[in-house]
């Protein structure tokens, strides 16, 4: 009982650290109104984002079609709002399987080491002797495009990371006191791992997690303008860029619209992220 | 000798990470649904065609056999035969070889000229409005997705404004260094973000520790603790982070290539994936995996040339 009320007054302050970066807040509200848009497009967006207007083509940045028309005159505004569903699921999709898998393959090699841990530490140094996106698009390649198989890619590569952070700090937390405790009172593995390890390891993960939802965004529009992501006409920022990209001369607009959402929504995630390091990070 | 040994058992640790390289760019293909004949030829393929693939994987031997067979035929130097290129994927990967690397040493110069400035400014005038501005600027060039920042200058630089081509490469070394100013300098401006705020913090750092306050204390002159202390950390802790930051690099690059039409191996792995060119594809994660150990095995060197604390270990 001591313990927490002496922690209270700490986390409190703590908290009041992070509320008071401007950073914070900026980030919390764009990724607020983010998630809206995400979940209520059809409020925002004036007009359905795969209707096709043959009677206005092409049309430049006006009162009705703040974004312009595209060529087969959808409004781009509505497709960059209702884009909002998808890539703000990807960065939850994209990355919370490789959240789980890493946490759990990393919590097991650090605690058993041994044979196991030895052949993750080889597999580690060869996965990341790939570039991160040649080895996922080499992976799309083999399943072919699309919005799931980009899913499956990146979980397929991207654990790795979670479970060589995880595994390091477990290994530092098993030097601690309470684990030995643990050991000396007869606890089952299991309860110690997930009881009482993972709970004071998981911090940089979870920090670690929300720098990567930023990227998964971006390698996630990536993917799409590269037309290995998701596919036409679906609304999705990189397609859209890509579709826009044969009249950079003519009509910019179609291009550079979305892009400026994709880096809204990365910048909130980049500014919430630093603030959660701030928060969650052990002092002293 | 000491650095020998080291090189030795570096080189030597690098032995079971390749053989699980091998592994993974081994079974990308084999996890294939269907027949990995027809995969990699392509539907079109002559039942004689399919037959010689088959005997040259040999896909009618046990999986182990088969993997034995991949391994040597690649330590002979044999990818295969690019479908896409109709030519040993080998001899396709390293035509386009040069191209990458010109542009990624040319990104990485006009990064170090962009963020190592910056970053001296910025640490020097350390939270005041110099500070803040940089960092803000280098935050949202951080959240740009790379394609993008290619994109928007190419829209205004070579579309509209005409100062620079819209893609391609040309002939010689200051034709590209015009012709690759775009490309390259979309690779920098991200990698300068990353750069920019490495190396802030590493100025800060040895700007705080004791033995330039007592370098300070004893009179030396600014000029003299920036070049001998600052400097020198400053590099050693840029060179780590260029070094292993590789793999984004050419991640970077490959996503520059495609969107300014150079052809390097970056938009080439991108042609042989729309191809379904398995050969190929395989051919050139293996040369991607190469050259980022390449690059992580100099940076130790040079790391352990620069700082002499890392010679002990």
Do not use: C
Request: charged share 15%; glycine share 8%.
């Amino acid at each position: 009982m001591t313990e927490t009320t002496l922690s209270l007054p700490k986390s409190r302050s703590r908290l009041g650290l992070a509320l008071r970066r401007p950073g914070f807040l900026l980030g919390a509200a764009i990724i607020g109104f983010s998630t809206l848009l995400a979940l209520f497009p059809g409020l925002f967006a004036p007009y359905d984002p795969n209707f096709i207007d043959y009677t206005a083509v092409g049309q430049p940045p006006s009162a009705a079609h703040p974004f312009g028309t595209d060529m087969l005159g959808r409004d781009a505004f509505s497709r960059v709002i209702w884009a909002y569903r998808i890539n703000m699921q990807m960065a939850i999709l994209a990355t919370v399987f490789a959240l789980v898998i890493g946490v759990t393959v990393g919590a097991l090699v650090g605690y058993y080491r041994g044979v196991a841990d030895m052949i993750f530490g080889r597999f580690v140094d060869a996965i990341i002797t790939f570039p991160f996106l040649v080895l996922v698009i080499a992976v799309v390649a083999v399943l072919g495009p699309g919005l799931i198989n980009m899913y499956i890619a990146i979980t397929l590569v991207g654990w790795v990371y979670y479970a060589r952070l995880m595994r390091a700090e477990i290994i530092g937390q098993m030097g601690n006191d309470y684990a030995a405790a643990g050991l000396v009172m007869g606890y089952s593995d299991r309860r110690i791992i997930f009881r009482h390890l993972l709970p004071n390891a998981i911090t940089p993960v979870i920090v670690y997690w929300m720098t990567d939802m930023a990227l998964a965004i971006l390698l996630g529009s990536s993917l799409g303008y590269l037309g290995l992501g998701a596919q036409p006409p679906q609304a999705e920022w990189g397609v859209l860029i890509a579709e826009g990209r044969n009249f950079i001369t003519t009509a910019w607009w179609l291009s550079l619209m979305p892009g400026i959402a994709i880096v809204l929504t990365g910048l909130g995630f980049s500014l919430l992220g630093d603030a959660m390091a701030d928060l969650l990070r052990p002092r002293g | 000798m000491q650095s020998l040994a080291y090189i030795a058992k570096r080189l030597l640790l690098m032995v079971p990470t390749f053989a699980i390289v091998m592994v993974i760019i081994f079974l990308l293909v084999r996890l294939l649904p269907g027949d990995p004949a027809i995969a990699i030829a392509g539907d079109k393929a002559s039942d004689a065609d399919l037959a010689a693939i088959r005997e040259r994987l040999g896909l009618n031997e046990p999986l182990l056999v088969q993997f034995w067979l991949f391994l040597t035929n690649t330590l002979q130097g044999d990818l295969g035969r690019s479908i896409l290129m109709k030519a040993p994927a080998l001899g396709v990967i390293l035509d386009r070889l040069p191209t990458t690397a010109f542009l990624t040493l040319y990104a990485v110069t006009l990064s170090l000229l962009i963020a190592g400035p910056l970053a001296f400014v910025a640490a020097l005038n350390r939270g005041r409005w110099p500070d803040a501005a940089i960092r803000a600027v280098f935050q949202v060039g951080l959240s740009m997705p790379v394609f993008y920042i290619g994109l928007v200058l190419l829209t205004f630089l070579a579309a509209r404004a005409r100062l620079f081509p819209v893609g391609g490469i040309g002939h010689g070394f200051f034709e590209n260094l015009h012709q690759l100013f775009l490309p390259a300098m979309t690779i920098a401006l991200y990698t300068s973000a990353i750069v920019m705020r490495n190396l802030r913090a590493s100025i800060i750092e040895v700007l705080d520790a004791e033995y330039v306050q007592f370098a300070r204390a004893k009179g030396l002159s600014s000029r003299l603790i920036l070049g001998r202390h600052v400097l020198r950390n400053a590099l050693i802790s840029t060179v780590t982070l260029l070094g292993l930051s590789i793999g984004n690099l050419m991640s970077g690059t490959l996503v520059t290539e495609t969107v300014f039409a150079v052809p390097g191996v970056g938009r080439l792995m991108l042609e042989a994936i729309f191809a379904r060119d398995y050969p190929l594809i395989q051919g050139l994660t293996l040369t991607f995996a190469v050259l980022v150990s390449a690059v992580f095995l100099l940076t130790d060197l040079v790391q352990s040339w620069l700082d002499p604390r890392m010679r002990l270990t």
